[in-house]
């Protein structure tokens, strides 16, 4: 989820990447594997024009990957995920706000992945001032066109409340559609919301039985995630009960919110 992540990053593992993706013109000017180059340097699996397993942001190699990936671009000029690929470089090297031209770029052609890195930039304020009204505009963006982790990360803005103070009936929806589009690490965040009454009525069952969810999931990380969520909710609820809290009154939210997408966020 990253993406998020993100949050808020869960690590994606390193694995050998994709040399030739259906779609890609085949090369012929510049040297002739610079496409397939810079998909081994800066390939990210978020995007769904790359389709494999990417590489990592803690190992790609910012000067190597934006050499190869400028080639890619200049022999290739009409194919998107190069722009994306050669933008991932410029931002590891230097910041968002260098990467953001190649990204519009990509956008232009019909990327959703470059919007969602375009939302991510200006929620981070990676180089530019924080707008988070203009990420969430890049994010729904995205959605529209196919992007799941855009998905997780427009739902942490509004269960975050950086989008107003009642965000959470928002961010229940979005869970649910990150769920229903195939990314399970929504069900963590969607069962806090059942287990606090936020966005929703409290629910320990519906919020337990969502923890379950993830805890059968056949991902181990989301499945260690699913135990402790379920594990912190026990807990936490012993001890209201100790204190004879009412069960209808709503708790802090505090430092309790958890979204977990492709960027793992506490």
């Not at 933008?87 to 232009?108: E, M, T």
């Not at 399970?184 to 919020?207: M, P, Q, S, V």
């Not at 989301?222 to 936490?236: D, E, F, R, T």
């Amino acid at each position: 989820m990253s993406s998020r992540l993100v949050l808020f990053a869960l690590a994606v593992a390193l694995a050998c990447p994709a040399v030739a993706l259906a779609g890609a013109d085949a090369p012929t000017l510049g040297r002739p594997n610079a496409g397939a180059l810079c998909d081994r340097l800066a390939g990210d699996a978020d995007d769904a024009d790359f389709g494999g397993d990417g590489v990592p942001d803690d190992d790609l190699d910012a000067k190597t990957a934006e050499a190869a990936c400028r080639e890619a671009v200049d022999a290739h000029p009409g194919e998107r995920r190069y722009l994306t690929e050669l933008a991932r470089a410029v931002r590891k090297g230097s910041d968002g706000s260098a990467a953001l031209p190649f990204y519009r770029k990509a956008a232009d052609l019909g990327s959703a992945h470059a919007l969602f890195a375009m939302g991510s930039i200006y929620e981070s304020g990676d180089g530019l001032d924080q707008d988070f009204a203009r990420a969430a505009d890049d994010y729904r963006q995205a959605m529209a066109a196919g992007s799941v982790v855009a998905i997780a990360s427009l739902a942490y803005l509004y269960d975050s409340g950086e989008l107003g103070p009642n965000g959470a009936v928002e961010a229940l929806g979005l869970y649910e559609k990150q769920i229903a589009a195939g990314d399970n690490y929504g069900l963590i965040a969607l069962g806090c919301l059942y287990e606090w009454g936020r966005g929703t009525a409290r629910d320990e069952r519906k919020a337990e039985a969502t923890f379950r969810q993830a805890i059968a999931d056949a991902d181990p990380d989301l499945s260690a995630y699913g135990k402790n969520a379920l594990a912190w909710m026990w807990a936490v609820d012993g001890r209201r009960r100790r204190r004879k809290i009412s069960r209808s009154r709503r708790l802090p939210t505090t430092g309790r919110t958890r979204t977990i997408s492709t960027r793992w966020r506490w």
